[in-house]
């Protein structure tokens, strides 16, 4: 696919890295010679220096052969115009546009056709919504849900005293009494897919399946958690922490914010009139110490400094807060912080990127291609949702009798709503949705790939 991208930030070199590596053409466009320079010392691609929201630019990028244009400039405004103008002088092109001011998120919603628009990014307001779905189910450091809701895979780390440390994985349902299954063990920075004969052991973070309705009774039995999320604390004033405050909001979760600088405090106390907003230095253990950190059901550090963050979360562990949330500018950072109790870390690039990942491959949406593509255990593992067509192999066949290729692992199946953790005698039949889970050095772009020849 012919892919143009706008802007070589944060996001738009990670998309660089993502799409070029599945095969697609990427032109980059970026006003700075020496961002475009540096990218292209990695990746096989177009560069241009200059606006993507100029039609000389767009046209010296090809964008009548384009497909799909992905603006991610800093500037909302050239990221609107870039697609406006891109769709009028290619009605096929699909675009994506970063926009991150709510109030002209707002309007290119309203007027999506008239910007021609086909999907907005918000970064910041991705976060919060990811942060407010691990709050609801406190315990879990990531969430990933598929079939509509139907299925979730969740990871959690084991502690030193938890009642999994060094069982094998086959007792895992015993254990925990609730239809399960381990997708992968990412141990020591390294994702492992593990056979029933693995044993787990203290900073393992595992991956699980299991049903939406098993979630909760999987947090209980492991007693992982002990109350319910009711107050949260927010260290920083950003963008996020106001989206994160409506979100929680919604929820009936009580929200405190601190904020060292005045002015931006009183704007917050005018914009969320229901939180409680402190003036004071999140860095200084005395501020946080004097302000009760220990009472809080949560802490979420959304500083700008992801050091500050790490900093502030190891702190609040040390302090006996049940829940922390580090927000990380550089996911790059994830590996160093497996060993460090630091609880669940949310990069909003990562999720603005996975977002636009799994638009690209539903444009590629054939019959037997992937629904949607998941990255998990810093993207060392992809979880696929497929559905299944009249022409797949296997066809009711149960799985015991199915071959997969290596590193391919069967996790879930979901017919008319219900989903059934795989097992050997699940069974698919045509219009079911399957998860399945994978290497991601080994790509599966079709469902029949999945099987031995």
Excluded: W
């Amino acid at each position: 696919m012919r892919i143009i991208i706008a802007g070589g930030g944060k996001v738009g070199a990670e998309l660089t890295r993502k799409l070029s590596r599945e095969g697609h053409e990427i032109t980059l466009i970026d006003y700075d010679a020496e961002v475009l320079e540096n990218i292209m010392e990695h990746y096989d691609i177009i560069s241009i220096q200059g606006n993507a929201a100029s039609l000389d630019t767009l046209e010296e990028a090809n964008i009548k052969e384009a497909e799909l244009l992905i603006a991610a400039t800093d500037r909302d405004e050239e990221n609107m115009l870039a697609c406006m103008t891109g769709h009028a002088v290619n009605p096929n092109l699909h675009t994506i546009a970063r926009i991150r001011n709510p109030e002209y998120r707002s309007q290119a919603i309203r007027l999506r056709d008239m910007f021609g628009l086909n999907l907005v990014i918000n970064p910041e307001q991705d976060a919060a919504i990811e942060i407010s779905r691990l709050l609801r189910y406190p315990g879990f450091l990531n969430i990933e849900t598929f079939a509509k809701g139907n299925a979730e895979i969740v990871s959690f780390k084991i502690a030193a005293d938890s009642s999994l440390n060094g069982i094998a994985l086959k007792e895992l349902p015993k254990k925990v009494d609730c239809q399960v299954l381990v997708c992968a063990v990412k141990r020591d920075g390294k994702c492992i897919m593990p056979d029933g004969e693995f044993k787990l052991k203290e900073n393992d973070v595992i991956y699980v399946t299991a049903s939406s309705d098993n979630l909760s009774l999987l947090l209980k039995n492991l007693g992982i958690i002990t109350r319910k999320t009711k107050h949260v604390l927010i260290a920083g004033g950003s963008r996020i922490s106001y989206y994160l405050a409506l979100e929680l909001e919604k929820t009936g979760i009580e929200v405190s914010i601190i904020e060292q600088n005045p002015e931006k405090c009183e704007e917050l106390a005018s914009l969320l009139p229901n939180a409680t907003i402190i003036e004071g230095d999140a860095s200084s253990q005395d501020f946080l110490d004097s302000e009760g950190i220990e009472k809080y059901d949560a802490l979420v550090t959304l500083t700008g400094l992801d050091e500050l963050n790490i900093v502030m979360a190891l702190y609040a562990h040390a302090r006996k807060v049940p829940m922390v949330i580090t927000k990380l500018s550089h996911a790059e950072n994830n590996r160093i912080l497996d060993a460090l109790p630091v609880g669940s870390v949310i990069s909003p690039k990562e999720l603005s990127c996975n977002s636009i990942v799994r638009y690209v491959r539903a444009m590629q949406n054939k019959e037997g291609a992937a629904l949607s593509v998941h990255l998990i255990g810093d993207g060392q593992i992809e979880a696929i949702e497929f559905k299944v067509s009249e022409n797949d192999r296997y066809l009711n066949t149960p799985l015991k009798e199915i071959n997969t290729k290596p590193n391919v692992l069967i996790v879930s199946v979901t017919s008319r709503g219900k989903t059934e953790i795989a097992t050997g005698n699940t069974k698919f039949k045509a219009g079911d949705i399957v998860v399945i889970v994978t290497s991601a050095e080994t790509p599966i772009r079709d469902f029949n790939e999945i099987f031995e020849a």
